[in-house]
């Protein structure tokens, strides 16, 4: 039977004699998996900003909360008259009020004080040709019309935000990628340098009769711990991330568009536990190699 | 408690280090096995304690056939032998008694048989004063004693020794040599592998020679030759 004051003991001893190289282990995997969750984060943001510019929506006409139901009927039918718009989908204020709640579930004290009637219905209208001056045109001549509150296009700026986002997206993918295979590595490397230091306690441990899992636990609990303190470094910069930048962006959109642009709390959760489930089974795989190739059967 | 059926061990190369050898060795023996070096002394103390497997032949160590024994069975297998290094290998950043423990520690026992066994044994060898002191504050004899220690604190059945003397001067030798026949009066089956003539000569105990991995002598209350 393994005794864990042993194990924590032996495991402890191996930390501090190679700590450089634990503190750069851990670095590596925080510094990849906070990669990885920023990829995630951002995704999250860019998806939550423009779900409603999802299925070629280029611009919506926002209606007053008050306006009449013959403005309104008039708006669709100046919609559904016009040869340039492919399509266009009417949100009620009900409909409205589920986005709105969905968009600010982390703020009840302003879902408290919204209802469904205080929310305008709008209009999301697909063009039949995405050019920007085009859709442009259509859409100001919504402009100014009774009952129009506002007329707000999808533009370039949120399409040049969710490039950018994708491009980020895809360089932290990548370099995540990259980062975390080297933290495999580096974990492997580290154990292997362990087992090295402690050549001989297992020579005796063997010949005395101690069980194989004896002799492997410590080594991998020492790998274990090294990549769920990096995987914690990460969930810390996943939070400084969601806090000073993704926040930000929201609040620094002057037009709305960006409105969205932002990561609620549950999701924030959801990214922390991949990144710890990733950091345990990267430190896993590295200390399960390493205690493979480096201990002898 | 020691059986060999035609055991025959070959390593890389063809080298073949034990050939077609058959003993028995009972309960409570003491066996010196010499040799010139390369007869294949270490390799017959390598296969009772499954650090090697033979190619051919079986093995049985206190009831189970060491050559057929399921890896996780093993360490099981080693709790009920001990084993003895000629150069002690000693944990150098461990006292004498962390030294020992360490093999009581690594097999899961609790710490009160620890704190019992351990002062009992270092009597035994005759160390219980030296139990604080660290493996380079010790002379050679005293190393090899901590080293016996270590190997009997688990009361095995069995105790292995590869050249437990190698290292050492006649005198502190006879001592150590001494403390084996002790441990082996205790019923302990001991199983020696040495080149120290006088000690072999001056004890009269079964003798296995080894020769080009072949045993070609079996004598018992035997001399070196």
């Not at chain 2, 304690?49 to 056939?65: D, K, L, S, T, W």
């Not at chain 2, 150098?92 to 009160?112: D, M, Q, S, W």
Request: proline share 4%.
């Amino acid at each position: 039977m393994l005794s864990t004051r042993y194990a924590l003991r032996e495991t402890g001893q191996n930390l501090r004699r190679n700590y450089q190289l634990a503190v750069a282990t851990v670095v590596t995997v925080g510094v990849s998996l906070a990669m990885f969750g920023g990829f995630v984060l951002f995704q999250t943001a860019a998806d939550s900003a423009t779900k409603r510019w999802e299925g070629g929506i280029e611009f919506v006409v926002w209606m007053n909360a008050e306006a009449t139901p013959e403005q309104d009927d008039r708006i669709r039918e100046r919609l559904e008259e016009s040869s340039a718009i492919s399509r266009f989908e009417y949100v009620d204020q009900a409909e409205t009020f589920e986005e709105f709640k969905e968009l600010f579930a982390d703020t009840p004290e302003l879902l408290e004080s919204v209802t469904a009637e205080m929310l305008p219905p709008s209009y999301r209208v697909v063009p039949a040709d995405p050019d920007a001056d085009v859709v442009e045109e259509i859409g100001r001549q919504f402009r100014g019309q009774p009952g129009v509150r506002t007329v707000v296009f999808a533009g370039e700026a949120i399409r040049g935000i969710q490039d950018l986002s994708d491009r980020a997206g895809r360089v932290l993918f990548i370099g995540s990628i990259v980062l975390l295979g080297a933290s495999a590595l580096l974990i492997l490397n580290t154990l292997a340098i362990a087992i090295s230091n402690r050549r001989q306690e297992i020579e005796i441990m063997r010949v005395v009769g101690a069980s194989r899992w004896f002799v492997r636990i410590p080594f991998m609990l020492e790998g274990l711990i090294q990549g769920v303190l990096g995987a914690l470094v990460a969930v810390g910069c996943n939070s400084l991330l969601r806090t000073y930048v993704i926040d930000r962006f929201s609040e620094a959109d002057a037009l709305q568009l960006l409105a969205g642009f932002q990561v609620d709390n549950a999701a924030l959760l959801r990214t922390n536990l991949v990144v710890l489930g990733i950091g345990v089974v990267v430190s896993v795989a590295g200390s399960a190699a390493a205690v493979t190739l480096h201990l002898d059967p | 408690m020691i059986k060999l059926e035609n055991v025959t061990k070959v390593f890389k190369g063809d080298v073949v280090a034990l050939r077609d050898a058959t003993i028995s060795i009972a309960k409570g023996e003491l066996v010196f096995l010499v040799g010139p070096s390369g007869s294949g002394k270490s390799t017959f103390i390598r296969l009772l304690n499954r650090e090697e497997r033979p190619e051919h032949g079986r093995i049985f160590v206190a009831g189970q056939n060491v050559g057929t024994l399921s890896s996780w069975k093993v360490p099981y297998l080693r709790r009920n032998i001990g084993f003895i290094f000629q150069d002690f290998k000693l944990l150098p950043k461990k006292t004498v008694g962390e030294n020992v423990a360490f093999a009581l520690e690594v097999i899961g026992k609790p710490r009160h048989v620890i704190r019992k066994q351990v002062p009992a044994i270092l009597d035994l060898v005759g160390l219980s004063r030296k139990m604080d002191r660290f493996p380079y504050e010790l002379s050679g004899g005293e190393q090899q004693r901590v080293s016996i220690a270590r190997a009997f604190v688990n009361r095995p059945l069995i105790l292995l020794a590869d050249e437990p003397t190698g290292n050492l001067d006649p005198q502190t030798s006879r001592g150590i040599t001494g403390l084996l026949d002790r441990i082996n009066q205790t019923g302990t089956t001991v199983v020696m592998a040495t080149h120290d003539r006088s000690i072999v000569d001056s004890m009269r105990r079964r003798v296995v020679e080894l020769d080009r991995g072949v045993i070609v002598r079996d004598q018992a209350r035997g001399v070196y030759e």
